[in-house]
C-alpha cells in the first residue's frame, strides 16, 4: 500500500475518535469492506500500546480448528468475536467462561483499522478493568510474518501515534518458540468446508521472568 494512502487513513483515524467521558471506549473508524474469511490465521504483534512485549502473537480461528499444546510459559487471552452485522470489522470480545447476563461483566471491543489481509494489520481492543472503573485501550500492529517492511511499519507507527492511545512499544519476536492454535498458515481455502459459526481469537504472549537478584557475599565475620 502506497504511503499517501496510508497517511489518508491515519487522518480518517484521528478525526473519528470520540472520547465520550474517561471511562468509556474510544470510538475509532473501522475499516470498511472488512472479509473475515481472509484474516484468519496467526498474526505476530509487531508494535503494541500492551504492556506485554515479547513474542505476542494473534490467532484468529474457527472454534473447531485443532487446538495445539499450549506452552507453559506463555498467558493469553482467548475469546470469541461477534461482529457487527452491518460492519463486520467492528466486533465484540467475549470470554467464553463468563456470564455477559451478569452485568459485572461487560464484553470488549475488538476493532480492525487496516489490513491487506496478507501483509499487515493494524487492530483496537478496548477492555473493562478488572478493578475499579474506566476501560484499557489497546492497539498492535500485526504482521504475517515477525517483520515487515520499515516503511510501511513506520506509517503505521505514525497512525497510531496520532492517535495518542499510549505509549507504542516494540515487541521482541526472537527466540519465542511459538506455539500455535493454526496448523494451515493463512491459505483462506482452508475455511471453506468449515461450519459456519463465531470465530476466535487468541493473544498470547511470553511472560517475563521474574529479574534474578546477584547473590551478596555472606558478611565477614570479625576474628
Known sequence: MKINVLCLLSALLVSSINVVSG???????????FEMKYFFASWYALKTTM???RCV??????????ILMNNINYQNYIGFL??????????????????YSNPEFTKSSFVVLNTDYV?????????KKQYGTGFKHFVSILSRTDALDSELLNSLVLNIISLNIGKLNHVD?????????VEDGYDTNVFDNEEDGPPYVSIK????????????PA?????
Open 82 to 99: 461477534e461482529a457487527n452485522p452491518k460492519l463486520p470489522s467492528q466486533m465484540t470480545f467475549a470470554e467464553p467462561t463468563k456470564d
Open 205 to 216: 504472549w511470553l511472560e517475563e521472568p521474574a529479574p534474578q537478584l546477584a547473590p551478596q
Open 23 to 33: 471511562h468509556q471506549c474510544l470510538v475509532l473508524q473501522p475499516m470498511e469492506g
Open 219 to 223: 558478611p565477614q565475620q570479625d576474628v
Open 119 to 127: 501483509t499487515y494489520a493494524t487492530v483496537f481492543m478496548c477492555i
Open 57 to 66: 502473537v494473534y490467532d484468529v480461528f474457527r472454534k473447531n480448528t485443532t
Open 173 to 181: 519476536q526472537k527466540d519465542c518458540n511459538y506455539w500455535t492454535l
Open 51 to 53: 504492556p506485554f512485549t
